[in-house]
């Protein structure tokens, strides 16, 4: 925490074991930065659904929150947009990607893909979310950089449709 506060960083991302969890939320207090728990999809056997995200956090500072993966939390069969709205002011970071299909891992650029990412913005302004988005694009990773640049592209063009 000394580290990331010296660094100027705002909020670290972590898959802490259950144990852990007040440790880390007396830290994000003492040191004033957030820490948002990253799910990890179908086989993660901590954070793969709403309740496990939300029982882990309910009850720790608010700075303890979430970096909701949209993408892993729709390929765990899990609606992202019931998992945003549950956990509220308690996102503190987003890792935005579109999916093609439930338990899959494959990716598609967003806005084509099968995911709503529409809605998935739409919560975000209802729940006035104002902090960093991620985007993640691992497809084609020996040149990622039309991917990406069409994901932002349309990311765009859906936030203006807001």
Known sequence: MEWAKAQGFKCIMCAPPYAALDGISRLVEEYDLYAGIHNHGPTDKLYKTTEQCWNAIKDQHPNLGMCADVGHF????VDPVNALETFGDRVHNIHMKDQMEVGGKEQGIIGEGNMDIPALLRTLKKINYNGPMCIEYEM??????????ASLANLREMCQAL
């Open 74 to 77: 729709w390929r765990a069969g």
């Open 140 to 149: 084609h990773p020996e040149n990622p950089v039309p991917g990406l640049k």
